[in-house]
């Protein structure tokens, strides 16, 4: 790989858009190249900073009906112009990173934890663009195709939660297990459907104590709700979160939480 198929490729590279073979020969040309692994490290800062001003700024939420047109756009320009070395589906998914950076998911109503924020913001785009607007038919790879790539883990999603999971409030009905990227943040992803709703179960990895409980609960806990309805439920144990996302109401996510997803936090094991 040059530095100028390093430099075309850094911006689908910082958003986890590219291919694992691709992405492994950024690493190696990294390695040897300062100046190539600088440029990456500085746009990876820049993105970095961009989400957290357009997020945390109220004067700079987008007007009505922009965030459609940039989206429209940048699929229009994906059509005409597709990245040899991106797949329609990853260009699409890099607009959905730019999207979310001015807002569309809507401010996440948690600003006592930045970072917890971030998260919530996360899981929200990727239930949007990868649970609702793509569907499990156009997903790239199952999970069981990729869970050689992933951390250890991850694999415990190909069978959990069950394929049906009786509650008391109806039956939950799993519908795909696979593994995306929104914004650089890697998941692994179950959809399911609940009573006429998507919800998302994502797995990722993120810093102890993110899940906003007491010290060593691993209980779910509401780590925000969208300006747009959408709840985001987090249990953190073990360097992971797993969180439930979807547009029911926040304690009724957090008791589908406590069934679905809780069971799996025995299984994880300790980074």
């Not at 990868?130 to 694999?155: K, N, V």
């Not at 780590?223 to 979807?246: Q, T, W």
């Amino acid at each position: 790989m040059t530095c100028g198929d390093c430099r075309r490729m850094a911006d689908a590279f910082v958003s986890a858009q590219t291919t694992p073979e691709t992405n492994h020969d950024i690493r190696r040309h990294v390695e040897v190249c300062p100046s190539c692994r600088a440029e990456i490290d500085g746009r990876r800062r820049l993105r970095a900073a961009l989400r957290s001003a357009f997020g945390r700024t109220s004067e700079l939420e987008p007007s009505a009906g922009f965030a459609e047109r940039l989206r429209a756009g940048i699929r229009e320009e994906a059509d005409r112009a597709r990245p040899h070395a991106i797949s329609r589906r990853a260009w699409l998914g890099l607009a959905a990173g730019v999207v979310a950076a001015v807002g569309l998911t809507g401010a996440v109503l948690n600003r006592s934890d930045p970072a917890a924020d971030d998260l919530a913001r996360d899981a929200i785009g990727d239930h949007r663009y990868c649970a609702l607007r793509s569907g499990p038919a156009s997903t790239a790879g199952t999970l069981s195709d990729d869970a050689a790539h992933l951390e250890t883990d991850y694999p415990l999603l190909l069978t959990a939660p069950p394929d049906h999971v009786p509650t008391p409030g109806g039956g939950v009905r799993v519908v795909d297990r696979h593994v995306c990227a929104y914004d650089g943040r890697r998941f692994g992803h179950v959809i399911m459907q609940y009573r006429g709703h998507v919800v998302s179960l994502l797995m990722t990895a993120v810093r102890q104590g993110l899940a906003g409980g007491p010290a060593g609960d691993s209980s779910p806990h509401s780590i925000g709700r969208s300006s747009n309805g959408y709840s985001v439920v987090s249990i953190d144990a073990a360097g992971r979160s797993i969180l439930l996302v979807g547009d029911l109401g926040r304690k009724e996510l957090v008791d589908l939480s406590s069934i679905v997803a809780t069971p799996l936090v025995g299984a994880l094991r300790p980074e």
